[in-house]
DNA sequence: GAGGAAATAT
DNA sequence: CATATTTCCT
């Protein structure tokens, strides 16, 4: 358990002690020092809603139990007719309830740049709570607007869990009450039964997808179908694959370093690190980039022939 | 089916 | 509020 961070913490050790220029030393180790923090701010965090959570929780039971008893006991002692009533109430509290029930069993895993340690790591998404853990995350991590914190992965427990299958589909009817009741909810037009789960973009299945694109020779020629066809991802469908190449093109544009179709792609580094220096506190100037960045300059840009620039004039929803 | 943009979901 | 993913249109 502790093995992962021992490695994690040796490995900066070691990453560091490799570093010759003392100052730049300096530098790596408070980084981490503030990611750490960052970390330890969290869980902090968590203690300090857990107990709140279980509050709720016990709370909720309270309420269920003492409802029971007094339509058992307005009912004469027949506790038949209470039950789909029961059920009802039963949703109503869950609802409440349903906030505090994801978080509680992440296992952060940042700071693992550890290719071989990691690969078990997928940070996927529940098919409820949905976890959105997808960022686009290239060979230095150039490539991941994360925003929240840093990777946030579930470890990969099941028996010959695949690591590239999406959550299944779990048909998690009867009790969930998804959230959706808040101030002004759009109609939901699917089924709670049959409502279709967000693709999460996992490193791994983006880590395909990047291959597959290289093996076609590019993002701006390669087709969803070709992509899909190379990926071979079981339930993967095409207009997934074309929409999130559709992004994938989009931040190409604006990040053209590493849209180097060049092969040499295998075990693709990643992890890093996504840790972002604070942007705030103190008056700080680590004016410094990122650490370590890597240039291919190149654009695989061609001819953006758009034959036809068709716009939509009109719309009727 | 591919592209692209609006609509939603998180 | 920003992004990610889905849906709709051409």
Known sequence: MGDRNLKTISDILAEVSRTDDFSRKLRKLEFYVGAFEDELRKIDGFKRELPNCMRLLIDAIQRLKEEELMLFKSEGGNGRAKASNDSRERKNWMSSVQLWTTPVQYETNYLTRNQDSILHLTSRCDQEGEGNGSKFRHKEGSFMPFKKSYDVAMVEEERGGNPLRQPTAVPVHGLTVKGHFGPGRPKLHQQELEKKHRRCWSPELHDRFVDALNQLGGAQIATPKQIRGIMKVEGLTNDEVKSHLQKY???????????????????????????????????SATGGASLEEEEEGEKTEGCVSNGGAHKHVDRNV
Do not use: F, M, W, Y
Not at 250 to 267: E, G, Q, Y
């Open 249 to 283: 093109r989009i931040h190409v544009r604006k990040v053209p370093t590493l849209s180097n179709p060049v092969a040499a792609h295998s075990a693709s580094p990643q992890g890093h690190l996504c840790l972002l220096p604070r942007p705030d506190e103190e008056g």
